[in-house]
């Protein structure tokens, strides 16, 4: 059996997740990858990553440190079961500038880890509309904007409302995307397969 090794220490999620992942695409069916991480929560998100794309899972507590051992039993193109079931574009609204609710410099650190995530995803969305002070992140000084081009670059459609740009006085700092309006946006939601909504 193979055996390889991914040093997640000192990284906060999602990024054990998403080494994990990209590590077990490079590997053999039946090769082993063992993942270095600093706590339970990493182990946690690790460990229900690789249960829900088919491989063997345990972990131990191993020298001040975790160890999730992943087993690889299927091809793991992870995302594949998510793209099979899909019926129409993904599109996501993002109507604010932080992600949930409660105190806004955590909102603002969720936001970046969300649309940084969806950099690394198999099957990334196909449209992305921003409203309100969600266009705060497609203009100049959001924390986001290179995870955005970086989707943009893929293939990802980015809109910011026009009326919002005007109402935060951002018209002129546009970074990313395009400019849109109410019933483009409304036309969008209306075709797409999927609509989320953060």
């Known amino acids: 059996m193979k055996e390889f090794t991914c040093d997640c220490l000192g990284q906060a999620c999602p990024l054990p997740v998403i080494e994990s992942k990209k590590k077990l695409a490079e ?9 270095l991480v600093d706590g339970d929560e990493q182990v ?5 990553m690789a249960k829900n794309n088919g491989h063997d899972v345990s972990s131990e507590k ?37 992600l949930g609710q409660g105190d806004p410099k955590l909102g603002a650190t969720l936001m970046k880890s969300y649309i940084f995530s969806l950099t690394q995803l198999d099957e990334i969305p196909d449209t992305l509309i921003f409203f309100n002070s969600g266009v705060h992140l497609t203009t100049s000084g959001s924390p986001a904007l290179d995870d955005l081009k970086k989707l943009a670059d893929a293939g990802v459609q980015i809109f910011s409302c026009g009326t919002c740009l005007n109402f935060y006085g951002l018209q002129d700092k546009l970074e990313v995307g395009e400019v849109t309006n109410m019933y483009s946006i409304i036309e969008m939601q209306m075709q797409a397969g999927t609509v989320m909504n953060n």
């Open 27 to 35: 590997m053999e069916n039946g090769s082993l990858l063992h993942v």
């Open 44 to 48: 946690q998100n690790v460990s229900r």
């Open 62 to 98: 191993q020298d001040g440190h975790y160890v999730v051992h992943i087993v690889k039993k299927t091809a793991c193109a992870c995302g594949e079961t998510a793209a099979s079931a899909r019926n129409g574009k993904t599109v996501i609204v993002f109507s604010k500038d932080v």
